[in-house]
């Protein structure tokens, strides 16, 4: 069975810094990774994705994520944080022609003056 | 992208009586939806994948006679919730994807449900 492990529950950052959130999966064959952005009360929006091909992926709002199969690996960056990022985060896996995606707890992120 | 669109956002309901949710692709066809529930502070959990014009197929745990699924055309699919409990309090999203794509899963706004 698949799952996604987000290690962090919440993350401070201070605006202008750069972030990091972690993701792990578990997966038996090559997966689908995605990470999603979700502000409080609304639905999810998709960040970036990663199907096949170049392991660092571009997303929206200056989003970045690197595919590491061997440390089964999907984490997301951005270089400098801006206070309209605070939100809930979510990396999800699924398998290729996926019907659905399991998705990690999800990691919190705040952004500090 | 895509847009799908759910309503209502909010909804407040007395214990006992039966809440519909409507989620709908509003610029393509979706042969299947997906929804989900969302405890505070929690990930997402599938409850259900709809699919047109015929049953849903349900997660283990989730009861299909309290969660009713209808996904009467390629544009729409709604989940009942029946004789509401306060431990039905939840936030309920949906997805959907677009065939013939990459097969990319679009999220609704979500709605909140309270049971009084």
């Known amino acids: 069975a698949q799952s996604v492990t987000q290690p962090d529950i919440h993350i401070t950052v201070s605006e202008g810094a750069s972030l990091e959130l972690r993701c792990n999966y578990s997966y038996g064959a090559t997966p689908y990774l995605f990470w999603y952005v979700q502000s409080p009360g609304q639905g999810l929006q998709l960040l970036l994705k990663y199907f096949s091909g170049d392991t660092l992926v571009q997303g929206i709002k200056g989003f970045e994520a690197e595919f590491k199969r061997s440390q089964s690996s999907f984490n997301l960056r951005k270089p400098s944080v801006h206070w309209s990022d605070a939100a809930e985060y979510f990396c999800?896996?699924?398998?290729?022609?996926?019907?659905?995606?399991?998705f990690g707890k999800g990691t919190m992120l705040l952004v500090s003056p | 992208g895509a847009v799908v669109s759910q309503h209502p956002s909010r909804v407040i309901c007395k214990s006992g009586t039966s809440v519909k949710i409507e989620c709908r692709s509003l610029d393509f066809q979706a042969t299947t939806m997906f929804w989900y529930r969302q405890f505070p502070k929690q990930s997402l959990m599938l409850m259900a994948t709809?699919?047109?014009?015929?049953?849903?197929?349900?997660e283990q745990g989730v009861e299909k006679d309290k969660f009713l699924i209808n996904h009467a055309s390629l544009t729409l699919s709604t989940l009942t919730v029946t004789s509401a409990h306060p431990e039905d309090s939840s936030f309920y999203i949906c997805?959907?994807?677009?065939?013939?794509?990459?097969?990319?899963?679009?999220f609704g706004e979500g709605s909140r449900l309270t049971v009084l």
């Open positions: 709809s699919n047109e014009g015929s049953k849903a197929t349900y």
């Open positions: 997805s959907a994807r677009e065939e013939g794509s990459t097969g990319e899963l679009f």
């Open positions: 999800a896996v699924g398998a290729a022609g996926y019907s659905t995606l399991t």
